[in-house]
C-alpha cells in the first residue's frame, strides 16, 4: 500500500533538502542528477495534485516566482558595521596589542576568508528563513528575500538538532557570491553570443540580486558562506568558533578555511599560510579576517562609529600576472577625441580568466 501523499511529501522534501545539503554546501553529491530531477519531478506532481500541503520551504519553491514590483527598504535588528583594514602584519599584531590591553587578558582568534561577494543578512524564526537583506548602508538594506530564495546554499529552513536546539531568533550574516566556474561559463557563453563579458564576479553577483525577476537570479546559481551574527535570541555559547559548527549542523554553509589559534602568531602564520591557496580556491577572496573568539570579549572591546574593535581584516596585494598586447582599436568620441581599446590575451588570476 502506497504511502498517504502528506507522508510522501515531507519524505520527498527531507530527501531533497539533505540532497542540496551535499551538493551545495559539502560539494559531496550522493545521487545522479537523474534521480535527483526524479525525486524533485514526483515532489512537483505531489504539490500540483495537494495544492493543500504546499509549503514556502518546499524545495520546489526554489526556481523563483513572479517578478517583483521593486526592492523594500528594511531596517537591520543590529547594523552591518564595516572592518578596518590592514595590509601588513605589523598592523595585525598592533590590533593584538590593542585587544590585550582592553580586555586584560590574550584572546583567541577565529580566521576566516575574506570572501570577495556582497554581504547579506539571514533572518530565521523557528528555523524558517523569513528575510534576506542586503546590507545597504549598514543600519538600513533591501530586501532580497525572493532572489535569495533561488541560492540552493542557503536553506530555507534549518535542519533541527537536539544535542544544539535551533535558537527561536537566528540572523545569520555572511556573503552571497559566484563561484569562479559558474563565472567562467556565464562569460563563455556571453562571449561565444557576441555580447559583452561581465568585468568580475562580485559586480556579476550584485547585478543579479538587483534583478526583480527571481528566476533570472536562479540563473546566476549564486552560492553563500556564513561568516558571523546578527541578532540572536538564546544561542548558548560564548565561542564564535563553536556558533559555526552550530551553523554548519543546522545546515548553514561554513567555510572550509576557518581556523581558530591561541595568539596572534599562529593568527600571522595562517595568514601567510593562506596565502599560497587562497588563488585555487573556487571562489574570489582578497583577505583574511581575523576576530576576537568570545562574543562576551567582543562586548567588552566595543565598536567605533564605523566598525568593531574586536576585528581587522587582512588584505593581500592584488595578484599580478603578464600578458601579450595583441592589438589596440581606436574609437572616435562625438568630439573627434580618440580612445585607445587595448585586445589582450585573456590571463588566468585568482581563478578567473580575464
Not at 560539494?27 to 515532489?43: F, G, V
Not at 528594511?74 to 598592533?94: F, G, K, W
Request: neutral net charge; aromatic residues 6%; proline residues 6%.
Amino acid at each position: 500500500m502506497s504511502q498517504p501523499a502528506h507522508q510522501r511529501i515531507n519524505k520527498l522534501r527531507q530527501e531533497l533538502i539533505h540532497h542540496n545539503h551535499l551538493y551545495y554546501v559539502q560539494a559531496q553529491p550522493s545521487i545522479s542528477d537523474r534521480e535527483y530531477d526524479r525525486l524533485m519531478k514526483e515532489l512537483s506532481d505531489l504539490e500540483a495534485a495537494h495544492p493543500d500541503l504546499m509549503t514556502e520551504d518546499s524545495p520546489t519553491c526554489r526556481v523563483g516566482g513572479e517578478p517583483i514590483a521593486g526592492f523594500k527598504t528594511v531596517q537591520h535588528a543590529l547594523p552591518m558595521m564595516s572592518i578596518d583594514n590592514t595590509y601588513d602584519a605589523e598592523s595585525v599584531r598592533a590590533f593584538d596589542v590593542r585587544m590585550r590591553k582592553l580586555l586584560g587578558v590574550q584572546p583567541r582568534y577565529v580566521l576566516e576568508p575574506k570572501v570577495d561577494g556582497n554581504a547579506a543578512s539571514l533572518r530565521y524564526e523557528n528555523g524558517v528563513l523569513q528575510l534576506v537583506a542586503t546590507r545597504g548602508d549598514g543600519r538600513h538594506g533591501d530586501d532580497i528575500t525572493a532572489q535569495a530564495r533561488t541560492i540552493q546554499a542557503i536553506p530555507l529552513r534549518l535542519r533541527s538538532s537536539e544535542v544544539t536546539p535551533i535558537p527561536p531568533i537566528l540572523e545569520v550574516r555572511g556573503e552571497i557570491y559566484i563561484p569562479n566556474v559558474v563565472f567562467q561559463k556565464i562569460n563563455a557563453e556571453r562571449a561565444a553570443s557576441g555580447e559583452e563579458r561581465f568585468m568580475n564576479p562580485r559586480n556579476l553577483t550584485a547585478g543579479a540580486l538587483k534583478q526583480l525577476d527571481p528566476k533570472i537570479t536562479a540563473s546566476r546559481r549564486l552560492s553563500f558562506v556564513s561568516h558571523g551574527l546578527g541578532e540572536v535570541d538564546e544561542l548558548g555559547t560564548d565561542s564564535y568558533w563553536q556558533s559555526l559548527q552550530m551553523l554548519q549542523k543546522w545546515g548553514l554553509p561554513v567555510s572550509d578555511h576557518v581556523k581558530i589559534v591561541d595568539d596572534i602568531d599562529a593568527a600571522v602564520v595562517e595568514i601567510e599560510a593562506f596565502a599560497k591557496v587562497r588563488g585555487k580556491l573556487p571562489f574570489q577572496t582578497d583577505g583574511m579576517v581575523v576576530k576576537v573568539d568570545s562574543l562576551l570579549q567582543r562586548e567588552k572591546a566595543g565598536y567605533t562609529s564605523k566598525a568593531p574593535r574586536w576585528v581587522i581584516a587582512f588584505k593581500y596585494a592584488a595578484e599580478q600576472v603578464q600578458t601579450v598586447l595583441r592589438s589596440v582599436d581606436w574609437n572616435v568620441g562625438k568630439g573627434g577625441t580618440l580612445t585607445p581599446v587595448a585586445r589582450l590575451e585573456p590571463v588566468l588570476i585568482g581563478g578567473v580568466t580575464v
